[in-house]
Every structure is written in C-alpha cells, then in structure tokens.
C-alpha cells in the first residue's frame, strides 16, 4: 500500500480522536491537526510515522498540546524531551525490536 494511502486512511480516524478528546468541530479538528509538529512530521516519509496506528499517532498529537497548554514557551519540538536530543521520531526500519533481529537471524 503506497504511504498516501495509508496516510489517507489514518487521518481521519485521528480526525474522529480529535474531536472527541477536545470537543469541537470537524473543521477546528482538521485545523489542530494539520497545523501540529505531529501532522508535518507524518507527511515526512522519512519518520515512518505512517506506519504507525492512528491512535499512536494521536497519543502524539494529544502530548504536543498538553505541552502547549502546560506554558511551554519554547520552540522545542514535542518528539524530543532535550533540545540537543533529535528531534524527530526514530525512522520506522530502524528501531526493530529484538523479536525481529532474531527472525532475521541476526
């Protein structure tokens, strides 16, 4: 399946999220999301983000506000807990976890 695809078939269920945890409309909704660090960083194939389940994703979304709304007034990025730590997510391929390394045999 093409990353569009996917994208287009997990953006609105975080959409649906949204709008339950915060209470508002579709439009607003589609608002928050595109205007977040969360949605840019899932338009960046690079992140593998869109590999990830929606309700991953939006548990991303929803740490990003609260870290808005906790008076966080600098520019950090909400994927990073240290401004001199990376701060995108780890690239999907990369973090393979140990049940995978030994089906590869390595």
Known sequence: M???LVKATIIPEII???QEKYSVSEDKA????YTSATAASLADDETG??????LYIFSLFNE???GFQGMNTSKQSPF???GESN?????YECAALPSELLRQGV
């Open 16 to 18: 649906r999220l949204i």
């Open 30 to 33: 589609l608002d928050m999301f």
């Open 80 to 82: 990073s807990r240290s």
């Open 49 to 54: 983000l869109y590999g990830q389940s929606a």
């Open 64 to 66: 990003e506000m609260e």
């Open 2 to 4: 093409a990353h569009g």
């Open 87 to 91: 701060s995108r997510p780890a690239h």
